[in-house]
């Protein structure tokens, strides 16, 4: 089925960047006494938002109760900046491939991510304007696994769209398992971008792709292109 708009998620799948996030969390909790390597991230908290990571970690370690969460979001959004300036996420294959998709029909972003960030990044490479909605980490209540980020999204493309569209209308793209859970919860298909998760904990996904690349066959027969 063809759908009638698309949902991307930030990190990991429009900014080709997981690698670089394990680097600023396993520094910013060294900041603070807490060891975090990539592994551990890869393997517990990759696919969380940022507030939501970093409260599991602080549990896990048993440092909750010390109201670090939002100086370490902050200081995490702050590095992740910095790091842009250096060292762009975004390729220019995802960039032509959301163009593409951006041209058929809307396109929202449903991320975990602070809206500064998601914002900048997208203004740096030049894909800003083709998104009427971004759902990011101040807008929901409930990070994913939890579905409310991409239900607020339809809600808002709602206004936007041609006639009226359901959850099964859209076509989502993630790169995490939490953020497969929560597409699913709420009733759209999604495409898995090959990363860090395993593929045996992806079951549930309409197909997985090797990058977010509109020369790749799959990707475009997703948009009935030949």
């Keep these: 089925m063809i759908p009638s708009a698309v949902i991307f998620d930030f990190n990991g799948t429009l900014s080709d960047d997981e690698g670089l996030l394990a680097e600023l969390f396993e520094r910013i909790f060294a900041e603070v006494g807490i060891d975090v390597p990539a592994q551990l991230y890869f393997d517990e908290f990759v696919g969380y938002s940022d507030a939501e990571i970093c409260a599991r970690v602080l549990a896990r370690f048993g440092r909750e109760q010390e109201g670090l969460t939002g100086r370490l ?29 951006a041209a058929r029909m ?38 994913k696994p939890d579905p409310e980020g991409y239900q607020v999204a339809l809600q808002q493309l709602n206004r936007w769209a041609a006639r009226p569209l359901e959850a099964a209308d859209v ?3 993630e790169d995490s398992e939490q953020g497969l859970k929560a597409a699913v919860a709420a009733g759209m298909r999604c495409v898995m971008v090959a ?8 079951s549930g996904a309409a197909c997985i792709v090797d990058a977010l690349d509109w020369s790749i066959p799959v990707v475009r027969e997703l948009f009935d292109e030949d």
């Design 171 to 173: 076509l989502v793209f």
């Design 73 to 101: 979001v902050a200081r995490r959004t702050e590095l992740y900046l910095e790091a842009q300036r250096a060292r762009p996420t975004v390729t220019p294959q995802a960039a032509e491939m959301v163009r593409q998709v």
């Design 195 to 202: 990363g860090p998760t395993p593929a045996a904990r992806l």
């Design 106 to 143: 809307p396109v929202a972003i449903a991320s975990g991510a602070a809206r500064r960030e998601i914002e900048t990044v997208l203004e740096a490479s030049g894909l800003r304007e083709l998104f009427a909605v971004l759902v990011c980490l101040e807008d929901v209540v409930h990070g």
